[in-house]
Structures are given as structure tokens and as C-alpha cells.
Antibody
């Protein structure tokens, strides 16, 4: 079964760090670009970051709201994508989802169940 | 970069058709046809229903269709069913090689 499972969420104080993991199964992880998205409580979807596959240089892009604070990475040997979140702000409170771009064209077809990150003192 | 503009809500009766618009700038759409639409039921992860403006992933009903004209993309749902009641989001790949979402549209099936 093709599946993505996020983990690593939780309650964290403003200014602290957290690392999210996205573990893939059922497909050749290294062949696909991966993205992180988030959804604040009661709000819409927001793109956070994506990382291309090794064939495309593992290049990365970030939303302006997280650039310089968040880092996306991948370990194809473990089929895991990571999101390192530093200098967290209360506005970063959201459910974080990872997803696979199956066509390298903003076609994110497989999504995890999400992991909640709460930034609060 | 502001979000793509979608109506906050649309509604229709079972069997009818509805269209959700998604408006942006030429930079928002990046000169590519990389517009996607997602369906999201409450408490659930998003589901891809349209990619590359008008393509449907395997398993998605042909009642869902997409199009784009100029700087406006559209999602049409024909033969409305109760299960279509959900939030719908458009998304695009921009000239900056980033992604952008619309604010979302709540579909109510009357």
C-alpha cells in the first residue's frame, strides 16, 4: 500500500525547534519530489516547502513565511523526508502534512494523515 | 505573494453542476499549466482531484473537470452528490518556482 506517515509533532515553546519526519512506503521514494504543507486551525491549506528528487539535484524551495527558519531534506535510503523547524512562532501552529508529487507538476497525489504542531508558551 | 482568489462558498442541489473559480496573476500561474485542485473533507487530508489544469488522477470521478482561461482556473463538478460537500482548494506553480494556494471554497450540497 502506498502510504506516507508523518511524525514528530507536539507542543513547543516559541523560539524552540522541532523536526518532523515523513516516512514513505509502497513506492520508490527516491523517484519523487516531496512537499510539506500546513493548515492552521480553521484555516486553509498553505504550502511550506518542497524538495526535488536526486535526479533533479534535490533542489529545494520554501514559502516566504518559513524561509530561513525551516529546512527540508530527504534520506532516500530510509524513504524519509524531514522538515527541520527552527525559531518557531505561534503562527506556525498547524497540522503539518507531507505529500508526494507524482508528476513533477504540482501534482501532490499521496498525503499523510498529518501531525499537529502547537507553538505556545 | 497573496493567495489565489476563490469564492468563500458555493452551493448546489443534487444533480446540478457548480463551478469554482480560482483567480490570480500571470506570475501566480507561472506560464505553466501546473494548476491542481484538492478536495478536503472535515478532519481529513486533502485529496488531489485535478492536476495540470484538467487531468484527473486515476480513480477520481469524471464528474470533476478543470479548465483555465487567462489568469482564471475553474473546477466544475457535475451531477452533484451529497458526498461532494467539502472544501475545495486550487493550487498553482508560480514564476518563482514556488507553490501558491487559493483560500478555499466551501461547497454545500442543498
Amino acid at each position: 500500500e502506498v502510504q506516507l506517515v508523518e511524525s514528530g509533532g507536539g507542543l513547543v515553546q516559541p523560539g524552540r525547534s522541532l523536526r518532523l519526519s515523513c516516512t514513505a512506503s509502497g513506492f520508490t521514494f527516491g523517484d519523487y519530489a516531496m512537499g510539506w504543507f500546513r493548515q492552521a486551525p480553521g484555516k486553509g491549506l498553505e504550502w511550506v516547502a518542497f524538495i526535488r528528487s536526486k535526479d533533479y539535484g534535490e533542489s529545494t524551495k520554501y514559502a516566504a513565511s518559513v524561509k530561513g527558519r525551516f529546512t527540508i531534506s530527504r534520506d532516500d535510503s530510509k524513504s524519509i523526508a524531514y522538515l527541520q523547524m527552527n525559531s518557531l512562532k505561534t503562527d506556525d501552529t498547524a497540522v503539518y502534512y507531507c505529500s508526494r508529487d507524482f508528476a513533477r507538476s504540482n501534482a501532490f497525489d499521496i498525503w499523510g494523515q498529518g501531525t499537529m504542531v502547537t507553538v505556545s508558551s | 505573494q497573496s493567495a489565489l482568489t476563490q469564492p468563500a462558498s458555493v452551493s448546489g442541489s443534487p444533480g446540478q453542476s457548480i463551478t469554482v473559480s480560482c483567480t490570480g496573476t500571470s506570475s501566480d500561474f507561472g506560464g505553466y499549466n501546473y494548476v491542481s485542485w484538492f478536495q478536503q473533507h472535515p478532519g481529513k487530508a486533502p485529496k488531489l482531484i485535478i492536476y495540470e489544469v484538467s487531468n484527473r488522477p486515476s480513480g477520481v470521478s469524471n464528474r470533476f473537470s478543470g479548465s483555465k482561461s487567462g489568469n482564471t482556473a475553474s473546477l466544475t463538478i457535475s451531477g452533484l452528490q451529497a458526498e461532494d460537500e467539502a472544501d475545495y482548494y486550487c493550487s498553482s506553480y508560480t514564476t518563482s518556482s514556488t507553490l501558491i494556494f487559493g483560500g478555499g471554497t466551501k461547497l454545500t450540497v442543498l
